[in-house]
């Protein structure tokens, strides 16, 4: 097979992934409605560049590429291990999961009628993401630790506690390395990813909180945290079982920070350049307000506080 073919119909492999996989059964590669050992020797022969026609959904696990990952994958979905909601990866011995999250369209920006809603959270407009995925969790210092070799965190004495004291420029970095060491293709989520994320998806309850009303129930902030930031995992999740992401610590997205338009907009990733990075989910330091799921704040990209970390997107 030449290279233009093998680029095509990887092409075609990750648009099925991300606009068709929903739609059908997990695990059916070749569209028969079925998961079986017949969509294990489909990948198989996908790989030994022998057969490549029956391909259709072949990209379980998100990455953009088919690999043995893949093929383990069906396997498991076979055995009754699987579940669609999660993946996890390990790194060094440390084990994360990310939470695959279906895409959908939702409004971006402050509830109607919230008093508390800045000037920056409006105008509330219409926004479509694509399906992605989103860490279950903050980054802990346990896996930033594993893969960068050091940890200079403000507050110690536990590695599950977040991550922090790290900038947006230290985690690009971090983030070339665990893909180095992975294989795969972690990156930060855009703001409009992480805001549909935080809402609960497609599953949202349209709460003020990341998954609740009470912001109590679901996030670490100054009226509860005794001055520093907790275990992740620690408070109630959101409707998509993803944690803390109001409160504990800021979380860095990838968008530089800008004013949001009027019209609708479909996987918006931010202004082309600018001076400041968009955080978002508030933190232990901060008032219930600032835990909104609507609340933005920026910083540059060299800045860093005991209050600011990061969750991985794929």
């Known amino acids: ?14 648009v099925a992934c991300n606009v068709a996989a929903n739609a059908g059964v997990r695990g059916d590669v070749n569209n028969d409605g079925v998961v079986s050992s017949v969509d294990i020797t489909a990948l ?5 560049n022998s057969d490549d026609s029956a391909i259709v959904n072949g990209d379980l696990d998100g990455d953009g590429i088919i690999t043995s990952v893949d093929i383990t994958i069906i396997y498991n979905i076979l055995l009754g291990n699987d579940n669609p909601e999660t993946t996890e990866f390990e790194v060094d011995g440390v084990k994360f999961k990310m939470v695959n999250v279906e895409g959908g369209t939702f409004m971006m920006g402050a509830n109607a009628g919230d008093p508390n809603a800045y000037d920056d959270e409006a105008p509330s407009h219409e926004v479509a993401v694509s399906s992605f995925a989103i860490g279950e ?3 802990t210092q346990e896996l930033w630790l594993a893969v960068m070799g050091w940890n200079y965190s403000g507050h110690g004495g536990n590695l599950q506690y977040p991550v922090e004291y790290i900038n947006w420029e230290m985690i690009q970095n971090f983030i070339s390395k665990l893909n180095e060491m992975t294989g795969k293709n972690f990156r930060l989520p855009t703001e409009a990813e992480w805001e549909f994320a935080a809402r609960g998806g497609n599953k949202s309850q349209n709460y003020l909180y990341s998954g609740s009303n009470n912001v109590a129930d679901i996030a670490w902030y100054v009226d509860n945290s005794e001055g520093a930031t907790h275990v992740v995992a620690t408070q109630a999740p959101n409707e998509l079982g993803i944690y803390d992401m109001s409160g ?11 004013n949001y338009s009027v019209g609708a907009q479909n996987n918006p990733t931010g202004p082309a350049s600018g001076g400041e990075k968009v955080m978002r989910g508030g933190s232990w330091y901060g008032p219930a307000k600032n835990c909104r799921v609507s609340k933005r704040f920026k910083a540059s990209t060299g800045f860093g506080d005991d209050d600011i970390g990061f969750r991985l997107a794929l």
């Not at 097979?1 to 990750?14: E, F, P, Q, W, Y």
């Not at 198989?44 to 030994?48: A, F, K, M, T, V």
């Open 137 to 139: 969790t903050e980054v």
């Open 44 to 48: 198989y022969n996908w790989l030994l």
């Open 1 to 14: 097979m030449n290279i233009m073919k093998k680029v095509l119909l990887a092409l075609i492999a990750l």
């Open 248 to 258: 504990n610590v800021w979380e860095w997205c990838n968008d530089w920070y800008g």
